[in-house]
T-cell receptor
Framework: NAGVTQTPKFQVLKTGQSMTLQCAQD?????MYWYRQDPGMGLRLIYY???????DKGEVPNGYNVSRLNKREFSLRLESAAPSQTSVYFC?????????????FGEGSRLTVL | TQLLEQSPQFLSIQEGENLTVYCNSS?????LQWYRQEPGEGPVLLVT?????EVKKLKRLTFQFGDARKDSSLHITAAQPGDTGLYLC??????????FGTGTRLQVFP
């Protein structure tokens, strides 16, 4: 089983360009998350989806949009990339509908905006 | 600013020393978790604490949840080089919404 798969793993964009980060899971989990991690820092929640068909804002949603395409897939879109969005982006999943569940993470997608 | 503040931000110690990492907030959390992250990988769960005042032990690691459920600590006894990594606390604000702390980077030298 692959677990949580993120694509692409690396991407370089110019300011103003758009792109979509893809996340797919084969764990049959209900909840999915997008976090960003800046160098030497903790993770900040961008958006999350508690179940198929629902999405909610996290701590830093500005400049991002998400789509919960189906139970397996949760995408993160940058419509007009800015240098401040240079970061490592992590997708995570959890069984969901609980406040004690374990999150399982992908390997991360490293994005550089020039 | 992040809702969960960790201290210290960096910790560099010799093998065999003890250490404590703190995770503090002004908000109440329904539960709190600790994760460890290795370079180039996603975080991995170490423990979940749910009840105020709860103490959990995982070999040489001891985790405590504050009585008011606003803070937590991680104590490592006799640290080893294999404990090196980024330690992250994380709290559920409500069902499904998990936010992370600012992180503590630990380096243990042989």
């Amino acid at each position: 089983n692959a677990g949580v798969t993120q694509t692409p793993k690396f991407q370089v964009l110019k300011t103003g360009q758009s792109m979509t980060l893809q996340c797919a899971q084969d764990m049959n989990h209900n909840s999915m998350y997008w976090y960003r991690q800046d160098p030497g820092m903790g993770l900040r929640l961008i958006y999350y989806s508690a179940s198929e068909g629902t999405t909610d804002k996290g701590e830093v949603p500005n400049g991002y949009n998400v789509s919960r395409l189906n139970k397996r897939e949760f995408s993160l879109r940058l419509e007009s990339a800015a240098p401040s969005q240079t970061s490592v982006y992590f997708c995570a999943t959890a069984r969901g509908w609980t406040n004690t569940g374990e999150l399982f993470f992908g390997e991360g997608s490293r994005l550089t905006v020039l | 600013t992040q809702l969960l503040e960790q201290s210290p931000q960096f910790l560099s110690i010799q093998e065999g020393e003890n250490l404590t990492v703190y995770c503090n907030s002004s908000s109440v959390f329904s539960s709190l978790q600790w994760y460890r992250q290795e370079p180039g990988e996603g975080p991995v769960l170490l423990v979940t604490v749910v009840t105020g005042g709860e103490v959990k032990k995982l070999k040489r690691l001891t985790f405590q949840f504050g009585d008011a459920r606003k803070d937590s600590s991680l104590h490592i006894t006799a640290a080893q080089p294999g404990d090196t990594g980024l330690y992250l606390c994380a709290g559920f604000l409500h069902t499904d919404k998990l936010i992370f702390g600012t992180g503590t980077r630990l380096q243990v030298f042989p």
